[in-house]
């Protein structure tokens, strides 16, 4: 029962990044995924969301038009394709898993029960 993140490191402003998260363990399309982050001293912040056919995704407002959570229930794999970096996207990237969320809770660390390890992700200006 696992979730490994990957694909995180070092660019530049404007580059692009694509993370990718492993799933093992369980009915991979049985369970929404998401992505969050984490900036040192700050709290884990949600970045997307995708359900569990890929038919509806949600985008943070800071990263929406950059951002695009994909999902390949056939490899059991969730991405994060990460266009336009700034700096400010500097974060351990994290993604979740969990069997069920509405439009009020999707956006809530707390709504996730499984977690990765994270990746770290550094723009640099």
């Known amino acids: 029962v696992q979730l490994q993140a990957s694909g995180g490191g070092l660019v530049q402003d404007g580059d692009s990044l694509r993370l990718s998260c492993a799933a093992s363990g369980r009915t991979f399309s049985m369970y929404v995924m998401g992505w969050f982050r984490q900036a040192p001293g700050k709290e884990r912040d949600f970045v997307a969301t995708?359900?569990?056919?890929?038919?509806?995704?949600y985008y943070a407002d800071s990263v929406k038009g950059r951002f695009t959570i994909s999902r390949d229930n056939a490899k059991n794999t969730l991405y994060l394709q990460m266009n336009n970096l700034k700096p400010e996207d500097t974060a351990v990237y994290y993604c979740a898993q969990t069997p069920t969320i509405d439009h009020s809770n999707y956006a809530r660390s707390s709504s996730y029960i499984y977690w990765g390890q994270g990746t770290q992700v550094t723009v640099s200006s």
């Open positions: 995708i359900t569990y056919n890929g038919d509806t995704t």
